[in-house]
């Protein structure tokens, strides 16, 4: 079928189990294909759905590469990725082939936010060594020395990637009495930056020097992948955190284990890995990080709104309409 036509029920093929609800009202809408196991798919698998369907429906952990891309018939018409990142997806590529690319931005903000604030807390006061202590019978009572952390109050956030959700943590933080600094590649407006007190730098390594906790709320993207790397991690003071909710190739894992095991930085929380669902086992072996499996977004309500929001990218584009999450070629 020429790419300018649309079927009236096209075939949707998606990748991994959705929320009830929403896949009964695609069984409803569409000619669709569910992964009833819930398994990840395989190279093999993928190519085999870009294919035999007009709509892909896939998520972060299905790289479409450009291989991929380039192997599917005039059929694919749409990639409707259940996710904000596109990270995973060679979006060149399926610009050149004609292939639309929608995404779920906006719906998770909040919740990712809850879950840095989450790590932004727990880690500085060492919540979780002290829970694994009492879960291990190690605690012997209150002891004036036990567990010291760092307070948050007076300190300093810096936050890399100042978007809906380091909007949103800066929100946060700011009630826990923490001063907010930032840096991304577009300045807030001055009404902005004055609503939640933020300082705004244009160099990411002078931040680095002033702060007490770095968060990493960025896309991975070719200027950020990396961007906190060995030189950029010694240019942090031994006292200071480092949370990743944003994307694990963000940062050097290598240099970010051997800051934590060399005791140059105090701790860190993540959230995210560069490998997933790989862990690396020197990271689950330091008692002065707190590791998440890839949760930022895991709530009923969350995982929800992203299925609405790819069946309504769909049908959008079933009607021939512009879809509402269009995501633009590079």
């Known amino acids: 079928m020429p790419r300018n036509e649309k079927p009236l029920r096209p075939k949707v093929i998606v990748t991994r189990k959705l929320p009830e609800a929403a896949e009964a009202r695609m069984a409803e809408l569409f000619d669709v294909e569910l992964n009833e196991d819930d398994h990840a798919f395989s190279r093999e698998e993928l190519a085999a759905a870009v294919r035999s369907c ?66 932004i807390l727990s880690v500085p006061r060492r919540l979780q060594e002290g829970e694994k202590m009492l879960r291990a019978g190690q605690w012997a009572g209150w002891a004036p020395m036990a567990l010291q952390g760092h307070s948050l109050t007076g300190k300093a956030l810096g936050i890399f990637g ?21 840096h991304n590649r577009t300045r807030l407006s001055e009404a902005e930056e004055k609503e939640i007190a933020a300082r705004y730098w244009p160099e990411l390594d002078e931040m680095l020097a002033s702060i007490d906790i770095l968060t990493i709320n960025a896309p991975q993207t070719p200027q950020t992948k990396g961007a906190i790397d060995a030189r950029r991690l010694s240019m942090i003071k031994k006292e200071s955190y480092i949370i990743n909710a944003g994307r694990g190739g963000i940062v050097d894992q290598d ?6 095991a060399e005791g140059r930085i105090s701790g860190a929380g993540l959230d995210v890995y560069p490998n997933e669902p790989e862990v690396d086992p020197r990271l689950l072996a330091l008692n002065n990080v707190v590791l998440l499996p890839h949760m ?6 969350g995982r929800t709104a992203m299925a609405n929001k790819v069946i309504a990218n769909i049908r959008v584009w079933m009607d021939g309409a512009r879809p509402p999450d269009l995501v633009e070629s590079p």
């Open 54 to 119: 007009d709509v892909l429906v896939p998520t972060l952990t299905d790289r479409i590469d450009g291989d991929l891309i380039r192997g599917a018939p005039e059929r694919l018409q749409l990639i409707a990725s259940y996710g904000a990142g596109t990270d995973h997806l060679d979006l060149a590529a399926a610009n050149k082939k004609g292939i639309v690319v929608t995404n779920t931005p906006g719906v998770l903000t909040e919740d990712t936010a809850d879950l840095v604030m989450a790590l």
């Open 162 to 182: 100042m978007g809906r959700i380091g909007r949103a943590v800066a929100v946060r933080a700011r009630a826990c009495g923490l001063t907010i600094h930032y």
């Open 296 to 301: 930022g977004s895991a709530t009923f309500e």
């Open 255 to 260: 240099a970010l284990i051997e800051a934590l």
